[in-house]
């Protein structure tokens, strides 16, 4: 069975740091990819950051760009986000998304429940 199982979400000030945790089961690493979405109350989801589990390649919105930092430990077959200058806005319940071939292309596969992140000012 497949599951994603994110941790690390929390109350932070503007301009804190928090780190998710995104916790995968039930699939190997080799030819899949990552990546983290999130949403805010009355917004569109938003995808915004991915990891190829199979070249290291990663990719991000300009929204995050330069604030976020996606990575993986194959080992431990868990995939961070380090988010650090948070601001108000990133306040959203944040989810983690594997897709089943190398990039964050098209729809993913599976997802897990969330952890909320809220950024006070």
Known sequence: EVQLVESGGGLVQAGGSLRLSCAA?????????????????????EGFACISLS?????????VK???TISSDNA????YLQ?????PEDTAVYYCAVWFHRYCDGTFNYWGRGTQVTVSS
Do not use: C, H
């Open 66 to 68: 330069g604030r976020f």
């Open 55 to 63: 070249d290291g390649r990663t990719q991000y919105e300009n929204s």
């Open 83 to 87: 988010m650090n200058g948070l601001k």
């Open 25 to 45: 089961s039930g699939f190997t690493f080799d030819g899949t990819a990552i990546g983290w979405f999130r949403q805010a109350p009355g917004k569109d989801q």
């Open 76 to 79: 431990k077959n868990t995939v």
